[in-house]
């Protein structure tokens, strides 16, 4: 039928069009969920995409390490590794993938995972999906929380919204979020604070307000891995 018809061409225009997907994840160490990690990566990128993986400062790390790990789950040409940040924390390692990105063709997708979270088959899919029709500005999808056993849906309701309008009352994550990077001045304003955590946050409202708004997204693509002992489940005053 039509609908089936729709569905296969649209699966083969996602397969075969050149919209450029980039991922930029930070690392401290090889942690046990990082090789689930790599692979719900390796499921989703396209000869075209680029993994990012941008050594900590405080990481004792070498590259080699991190290449001999993935030499069996990824082609070497969809991976690089970033030597390490200037300065500690999160952050600053994904600043400094951000650094690398300058020298990059323009356009291309950008997103970000953390080394101990994971994305759904249908990532790469949905992402590219929707910029197929919207040539720039940002998307946020929606993603499941794991927490002690225990799964939190967090749905994003199907709407575009005014940076002014949400500034203070929103509810998204980097690793669910998407952006059309056309050039330089669109990557300067996709930045991370110096500090120890709560950088998502800024990094989130700042490049909301460079466009505007945000074009929430109803469909689930990540999974927030938050495991006793993170940073994630100490409160922390902005």
Known sequence: DCSSLNKVMEYSW?????????????????????????????????????????????????????????????KSNQYRVIKKSKQPYAGNARNSGLDYLEKEKFPFILSFLDADDFIKHNYSQEIKKYFKNNKSGVFSFSYERHKKGKVYHVVHPLKKELYDDFKYFYNTAPLSTAV??????????????????????????????????????????AIYNIKSGSLSNIKYKM
């Open 14 to 74: 996602l397969k075969n069009n050149n919209m450029r997907l980039i991922i930029i994840t930070p690392i401290l160490a090889l942690d046990k969920s990082f090789p689930k990690t790599a692979v719900s990566v390796a499921n989703n990128l396209s000869d075209n995409d680029l993994w990012l993986i941008c050594l900590d400062s405080a990481s004792l790390l070498e590259e080699d390490d991190i290449k001999n790990f993935l030499r069996d789950t990824l």
């Open 180 to 221: 059309m990077i056309n050039d330089k001045k669109v990557l300067s304003a996709a930045r991370f604070g110096k500090r120890k955590r709560a950088n998502d946050q800024k990094y989130f409202l700042d490049i909301v307000k460079y466009f505007g708004y945000v074009h929430y997204q109803s469909v689930s693509i």
